[in-house]
């Protein structure tokens, strides 16, 4: 099974709308680290966001934010008033606890963002 | 800058050579990884080290690929007799240790493997 789901290949926003992009998780374990990051056509991975499953408010980081619902398993990041330099693949992933060490960082297939003038 | 450095940026190589990347982490951090990622998908695992010793392989990492991280710094990844399959992005990343939460992996700009 896929650890990390994003069903979204293409997105499309108008400048200065908002924009929430999916990604749903899978996994029997109690403790994990769900992040977002942003790969822009130059392709470096930049870090975005982070949400830990025990923390009880969704994460915010400026116009990001990501909503966790956890018992749907589901960690969207929104991107409000998005701006042209938004256009990027997004991608979400996870982070496992296995005898109490922090695992690798587990992908999804991300999303490309366009944002439209 | 303090940030993840990888050397080359890009690399064309004829199958069958060998080539080597390098990649320096961030200097407070003693976990070091390395992903892999193709056009159009997410990055996928390969290999990662907790200062010196490596912790875990993925099953994607065949015996031609050997990383090592000699003195708990920078890391090279190796690939033997290459084949054009292995034409990809080679991402490295770096975290410290985590001590509460998880602490994101920061990444280099890669090296970009084209083999032909």
């Known amino acids: 099974a896929q650890k990390i789901t994003q069903t979204q290949p293409g997105m499309f926003v108008q400048e200065k709308e908002a924009v929430t992009l999916d990604c749903t998780y899978d996994?029997?374990?109690?403790?994990?680290?769900l992040f977002w990051y942003k790969q822009p056509s130059s392709g470096e991975m930049i870090f975005l966001i982070y949400?830990?499953?025990?923390?009880?408010q969704n994460a915010t980081e400026g116009r990001y934010s990501l909503n966790f619902q956890k018992a749907r398993k589901s960690a969207n990041l929104v991107i409000s008033a998005s701006q042209l330099g938004d256009s990027a693949m997004y991608f979400c992933a996870m982070r496992e606890m296995i005898s109490g060490s922090a695992r690798q960082l587990t992908f999804g297939s991300g999303t490309q963002l366009t944002v439209l003038p | 800058d303090t940030g993840v450095s990888q050397d080359p940026r890009h690399k064309i190589t004829k199958r069958g050579q060998n080539v080597t990347f390098r990649c320096d982490p961030i200097?407070?951090?003693?976990?070091l990884y390395w992903y892999r990622q193709t056009l159009g998908q997410g990055p996928e695992f390969l290999t990662y080290?907790?200062?010196?010793?490596?912790?875990?392989k993925s099953r994607l990492l065949s015996d031609r690929f050997s990383a090592e991280r000699p003195k708990g710094s920078f890391s090279t990844l190796e690939i033997q007799r290459t084949e054009q399959g292995d034409s990809a992005m080679y991402l490295c990343a770096s975290s410290p240790k985590d001590r509460q939460g998880y602490s994101p992996l920061h990444f280099g700009n890669g090296t970009r493997l084209t083999v032909t």
């Open positions: 949400q830990g499953s025990y923390d009880q």
């Open positions: 200097s407070e951090h003693n976990r």
């Open positions: 996994t029997s374990d109690p403790s994990y680290g």
């Open positions: 080290f907790q200062n010196e010793a490596q912790l875990e």
